[in-house]
């Protein structure tokens, strides 16, 4: 987006929150919760619903695209948190299942402009590498008491006002010179992801966020690297010893583990309707012809017709850009697009906002196709989904620092029955 640094107004840092692909095309900012009239159109299909904001990834265009102070949306790689001092801390970071560390799946950067205190805000998403745990975590899902939950797939929201002690209160120029106000805290030398509030010992330069990091980073190599740092201290990496801030250096990430990073460019499903059939009913112009959806659909082992009809349509849907990895409609009345119709929760299952109590609403899902992008392996026990839906607070209550919200996962049947 050109932000021209002229004008300041309030709307320019809105459009922010979502970003055309093509950057000159000032006019064309796309809102979130922009009303698209979409009564005007005459749509075949009853579920269409709201309109969808799709998320595509692509290597990041310039190095300081996805610096905090940018407010990235972005997939694998580390994550970019909004609120850089008050992290997620505890069992918060870690798998439920198997207590490992969690790792960073994507952000996406999702202003409300109807209240003061989600000037800035941003959902995260992580979760255990361990389909093992993703198989137990589907049980946990439908447990109706949030205490009794062990998950292996978290969400946190960050929301934070335009006036904050973070951020400039002006946009961004979208280029090299914007500034941090502050380093934030320092986080863990092997995964880069959460706060590194635990030292190494004997150097008391290396930061973990747990001894399971500490012990990785130690065999792969620290150990050498440790006795230089206790030798020479002034090696040590200090953000922000001479005060100028403006030199902070995104902190070394040990770990060889994390998911190729992307940054998420934003689309209007919309822009995609060309392809689709028009008022006179359902041609077949669509872009998966009939014979492709039933070689999708043969690799499933579909007990019955209804969920058949489901993927289709799911395939469908999506095959008007096949390479989406996000699907984004925060709207009390939006819908998932569910690829099957079993594993999916009623209103029932969908608790309610463990902070304030309010309702839970869809704000967005991620999409299988994540996995090819994350060079994720098609294994037996690779990490494998659906689909995985986000649910959020529907009023956004405020409060410091992030707070968890709900995610739901619906596996494949493939990944069931093998
Ligand atoms: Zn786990
Ligand atoms: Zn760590
Ligand atoms: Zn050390
Ligand atoms: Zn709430």
């Known amino acids: 987006m050109d932000v021209d640094g002229k004008g300041d107004s309030m709307e320019e840092l809105k ?11 000032d006019d064309e900012e796309i809102a979130l919760d922009e009303d698209d009239n979409e009564e005007d159109e005459d749509d075949d299909d009853d579920d269409e619903g709201e309109p969808v904001i ?21 997939a694998g790689g580390v994550p970019v948190w909004l609120d850089p001092d008050n992290l997620p801390l505890g069992t918060s970071c870690v798998c439920d299942i198997c207590g490992e560390p969690l790792q960073f799946v994507l952000q996406v950067y999702a202003p409300l402009v109807e209240k003061e205190s989600t000037f800035h805000r941003t959902l995260f998403v992580f979760m255990c590498l361990s389909m093992n745990c993703l198989l137990r975590d589907q049980h946990e899902q439908w447990k109706h008491h949030p205490d009794k939950r062990s998950r ?8 934070l006002p335009r006036a904050n002690p973070y951020y400039s209160s002006e946009p ?3 280029n090299a010179t914007d500034k941090l106000l502050t380093p934030g805290a320092p986080l863990c030398n092997w995964c880069g992801t959460w706060k590194g509030d635990k030292f190494c010992s004997s150097c008391k330069v290396a930061r973990y966020c747990s001894q399971k990091h500490q012990v990785m980073h130690w065999r792969s190599g620290h150990k050498l690297e440790c006795q230089q740092l206790s030798l020479s201290p002034q090696l040590s990496e200090c953000n922000a010893c001479n005060g100028v801030i403006t030199q902070i250096k995104p902190q070394k990430v040990a770990s060889k583990s994390l998911w190729p990073e992307y940054e998420m460019k934003n689309e209007h499903e919309s822009e995609y309707d060309t392809e689709v059939s028009g008022d006179d009913g359902h041609v077949n112009n669509s872009l998966v012809s009939r014979n ?13 017709d209804g969920d058949k009809k489901c993927w289709a349509s799911f395939q469908v849907r999506i095959a008007k850009a096949p390479e989406q990895v996000l699907r984004y409609c925060r709207s009390a009345t939006s819908k998932p697009l569910w690829p099957m119709l079993g594993g999916r929760p009623s209103k029932a299952d969908i608790p309610r906002c463990s902070y304030c109590g309010g309702d839970l ?18 294994d037996a026990d690779s990490l494998d989904w659906a689909t995985i839906m986000v649910y959020t607070c529907e009023a956004s209550c405020e409060g410091v620092g992030y707070k968890e919200e709900f995610a739901w996962v619906q596996l494949s049947t493939s990944t069931n029955f093998s």
Do not use: A, M
């Not at 797939?153 to 929301?159: E, H, L, S, T």
């Not at 999708?296 to 579909?302: E, P, V």
């Open 152 to 159: 292996s797939v978290k969400v946190f929201r960050c929301q």
């Open 54 to 74: 799709l998320g595509f990834v692509e290597k990041p265009e310039h190095s300081w695209s996805l610096l905090r102070q940018q407010f990235p949306s972005k």
């Open 292 to 304: 492709r959806i039933e070689d999708t659909t043969k690799s499933y082992n579909f007990e019955e």
């Open 15 to 25: 459009g922010l929150q979502i970003t055309t692909l093509d950057d000159d095309d």
């Open 361 to 378: 609403c869809f704000e967005f899902q991620i999409l299988p196709q994540l996995l090819y992008y994350f060079g994720v392996k098609n």
């Open 172 to 174: 961004p120029k979208g």
